[in-house]
């Protein structure tokens, strides 16, 4: 039934309003119409005066004197009522209101029930993580992040949290900029009528966040429900929060290791129990681009020659998750624990190429150009370093190092005199030039083959620097038995050289000789 308004009446005044029973949520404006009606014999004033309620309401007759009402007519005015923001359900009272007419000191109360209507508005905000909602992750991680809950109602209010995948980023973006904008959030119900309000017809939870510019897409790159993340509330109810009430909500978020780069949204659920009232605040993961490289071929067992140069090939196996553009540059690292300083580098390197395209899960090879100086040594080494930077990111980078060592080779030569004459039956002498062509010092030794009716005499072996030649004597002789052109053969060997030689052989004249022998008679 409805309520009857309550009145202390007296006869000559009598009162009505247009609404005995007024609503409102809190921050709203109302206005009530109060009817007055002239039961006297004459043309009367009234004043006007509301009271009985409490503080978080604001209410104002828009005259305090209604003049001029005529016997047996009616006179309406105005009351403006108002209630604060901060209003509760406790707040709640009644209005009353009192015409007077002064001149017979007579008056009439009327009272009006006041409600102040029960709101259920919970409010999520992402805006506190990240770049304002826009959280970058890594392939692999695990997050927790803090989700600010708070009660935006007027009530004692149980919230429950919960997530869902987004693909559709667009509204985000729309709202989204890097330190600043805002996420408004999706609202539905609590909208409960009254007599003469408008009901709890709120704007929602219109949470400020979700911004950061991730990869420079503008969301271009919309995801589908992602397959092995978690993404979760720790705790998913928060409990009898008062009003106006923040909480802190950890909100769980893991990465599968092999997630593509890109932008994947989600949106969080705040939901009133008691209000059948939702809000939603959308956080974007942008998962970065893992780079990283294998060098699967380290050219330790490469052997170079001083002053020689080679091509090293490096293999760079991808195992980014994202192409990647890389610069190269290969340095000689010195060797600084000598005492003095720095020591002169062995070799020098060169890239052909200094730039290369690398897809994710690619391959390709680095040619590096070596070369060695003239006056390395067997056993010198040679350190490098190769090193790539990452084109879109310079703080990423990539390196190996690798060792060449300086080896040795052995090679010997001989220069046999020629228009040499022998005697026969004596002992002669003649120069070889031996020379050390190999690539280290050398102990040479230099052999005549014997053979029938030659027999040589060799030198002692000799010690040559490498590039050094040296004339050695060596000493023959000849049996009587021979003459004309011979062939003397001869065979060099080195330290160095080991079971292999070097052999040579040189045409030799054996000069002729005249012998007379004389035997006389015997003596008898």
Known sequence: APLVPLTSAHSSIGLSTDANHIILSPGEVTNLTLTIHNNGSSIETYSVAVSGFNSAWEIIPSESNVSNVIPTYSAATTIVIRLSTSALPSDSGALTITVTEPDANVSTDITVILSVQAIYLPAIDTSTNGDNGLVQMAPGDELNLSITITNDGNVNDTILLSVNQTPDLVGFWTNWTSGGGSNNTNNSGNSTGGNNTGGNNTGGNNTGGNNTGGNGTNGSLLMSGPQGW?????????????????????????????????????????????GNFSVSSTMVVNVTAVHDLRFSYVPSGVILMP??????????????????????????????????????ANCQAVLPNYSTFITADGTVSIGVNISTYANTHAGDSCLFALTGTLDSDTSITESVEFTLVVGQQWNLSMVLPTSIKLDVGESESFNVAISNDGSEEDTISLIGIDKEGITFTNPSPVTLARGVSQYVVME?????????????????????????????????????????????????
């Open 230 to 274: 978690q993404v979760r509330f720790i705790d998913d109810v928060m409990d009898t929060m008062v009003p106006g009430e923040d909480r802190q909500a950890i909100l769980q978020i893991s990465i599968p290791s092999n997630e593509n780069p890109g932008f994947f949204g989600f949106e969080l659920f705040a939901a009133s129990a008691l």
């Open 307 to 344: 002053g020689e140069n080679s091509t090293v090939n490096v293999n760079i196996t991808s195992l980014s998750t994202a192409d990647g553009n890389w610069t190269w540059e290969i340095s000689v690292i010195t060797d600084q624990s000598q005492t003095g300083g720095l020591v002169q």
């Open 476 to 524: 023959v002789q000849i049996d009587s038995s021979l003459v004309g052109n011979i062939t003397l053969d001869f065979t060099m060997s080195s330290t160095n050289s080991g079971t292999e030689s070097v052999n040579a052989s040189g045409i030799f004249e054996v000069k002729a000789y005249a012998e007379l022998m004389m035997e006389g008679p015997a003596d008898n």
